[in-house]
């Protein structure tokens, strides 16, 4: 029997859950940066694509539309202020994740082991987590909801069912 080379549907469910499980529950984003490292596959866009996926969601989840799209001028500035992007690859890594989950939602799927391939693949769950935080916070705030909110309503569009609260 030939030995597991990439990740499983597991590993997906898992990084689904961790995600927007935890962005429900009001978890801290850079807690759950520390805890996706440990699915982050080297040589492998793994969770990465996954992430992109779960912005492309959110940008659905906001109701933008061609008429009525969200403003990518001042992305960051207004969805992940608490980041700071320096230097050019930086600002390309985030630029393209963006990108990439826009290019998602509109039924392209990018060649993200391509563009990787030249700035290091390692870092690319990173660049796709605060794509989908910025659009998770973009649909927040264009439909009125808090970001757990959102974060709920994707979750369950996936069938994910937030842990109860304690009492």
Do not use: C
């Not at 850079?30 to 779960?54: G, M, W």
């Not at 970001?147 to 069912?161: D, N």
């Amino acid at each position: 029997m030939a030995a597991q080379t990439g990740p499983t549907e597991e590993d997906n469910v898992n990084t689904v859950r961790l995600v927007l499980l935890g962005l429900a529950a009001g978890e801290n984003p850079d807690s759950i940066t520390e805890r996706l490292a440990e699915f982050q596959s080297r040589d492998n866009s793994f969770p990465a694509e996954v992430l992109l996926e779960l912005a492309a969601e959110a940008i659905s989840e906001s109701g933008a539309t061609k008429g009525e799209p969200i403003e990518y001028e001042g992305i960051r500035e207004r969805y992940l202020p608490e980041y700071e992007f320096r230097g050019k690859s930086q600002q390309h890594k985030s630029h393209y994740a963006l990108t990439a989950a826009a290019m998602i939602r509109a039924g392209i799927y990018p060649d993200l082991l391509d563009e990787g391939y030249w700035w290091g693949i390692e870092d690319m769950w990173r660049y796709a987590f605060y794509a989908l935080l910025a659009y998770a916070r973009a649909a927040a705030d264009r439909t009125g909801r808090s970001l757990e909110e959102v974060a709920t309503a994707l979750s369950e569009h996936r069938g994910l069912k937030p842990a109860p609260k304690a009492t």
